[in-house]
Every structure is written in structure tokens, then in C-alpha cells.
């Protein structure tokens, strides 16, 4: 079987031409990416909060079913309709934050990469710079006959 389902497929919000370009460090800027993975990494630590607190109230409810009634210490687990909210808390950030991550996407296709043209005249303008900096320098030093 050599298809894959959408959930194993690579689905990048990114162009192979943005992919390229920061493989070879051709990217414009990365501040905007770089605020974007804050974020994300803020959020996502979040998530690991409320995917722990859902897969471990499962097992509290086995423990409270089971529990002794003497065993008054023991906290009841959360009703599932909290465990359902916080996993629906989830599912609406985990959609703002692919808005977010395709809205960099599209940053990155229209600003990121430098137009070679542009690239190409960049560099030409700064080894003027450097020969006439360097011509500046020899012409400045006493001529010896």
C-alpha cells in the first residue's frame, strides 16, 4: 500500500522554494519566524499540560471506582465534560495556531527570499565599495620613486 493518509502525509505550509532558500541560509529575515516559534512553543507547552491531564484522568477514574471509602485524601477525577472542554480548548488553538504558522508561510513566499537579481547587484555593490576603499587606502600612501 503506498498511499498515506492525510495525518502521515508532509504537509508543509511552506514553499519548496522557501524550503530551499532557508536550507542555504538564504532567508531574508527570520524575525517573523522566530516570533511565530515563540509562540507556538508557549502553546505547545500548554497542550502537553492538557493532553497529561486528559490521558492521567482516565486512570484516576479507575482509582477513584476502585478506591477504599475509608481513603478520604483521594481526589475524585474531573468530570469528563472539564477533560472534553480543555481537549476542545485545544483543538481551536491548534487551528489558530496553523492560521498563524500559513500566514508565516505566505510572509516567507512574499518577503522572505531575496530576488537573485537583487542578491546578485547587492554583492556587486559591496566589492565596488571594497576597491574603492582599497584604492582610497593606496592612493593616500606616500608614492616611492
Do not use: Y
Not at 492521567?56 to 477533560?83: I, K
Not at 565596488?128 to 593606496?138: G, K
Request: charged share 25%; aromatic share 4%; proline share 5%.
Amino acid at each position: 500500500m503506498d498511499k498515506k493518509s492525510f495525518v502521515e502525509q508532509r504537509n508543509s505550509p511552506f514553499s519548496s522554494r522557501v524550503l530551499e532558500a532557508a536550507h542555504k541560509g538564504e532567508l531574508h529575515t527570520s524575525a517573523p519566524l522566530l516570533d511565530s516559534l515563540e509562540k507556538i512553543h508557549t502553546i505547545t507547552r500548554g497542550f502537553e499540560q492538557i493532553f497529561k491531564i486528559a490521558h492521567t484522568n482516565g486512570a484516576q477514574w479507575d482509582a477513584w471506582e476502585q478506591r477504599d471509602e475509608s481513603d478520604v485524601a483521594m481526589q475524585p477525577p474531573m468530570a469528563p465534560s472539564t477533560v472534553e472542554a480543555l481537549l476542545v480548548l485545544g483543538e481551536t488553538v491548534s487551528g489558530m495556531l496553523i492560521s498563524e504558522i500559513n500566514s508565516i508561510a505566505a510572509w516567507a513566499e512574499k518577503h522572505g527570499i531575496r530576488d537573485p537579481a537583487t542578491a546578485d547587484l547587492m554583492v556587486a555593490a559591496r566589492a565596488s565599495v571594497r576597491r574603492t576603499r582599497t584604492s582610497n587606502v593606496d592612493s593616500t600612501e606616500p608614492q616611492h620613486a
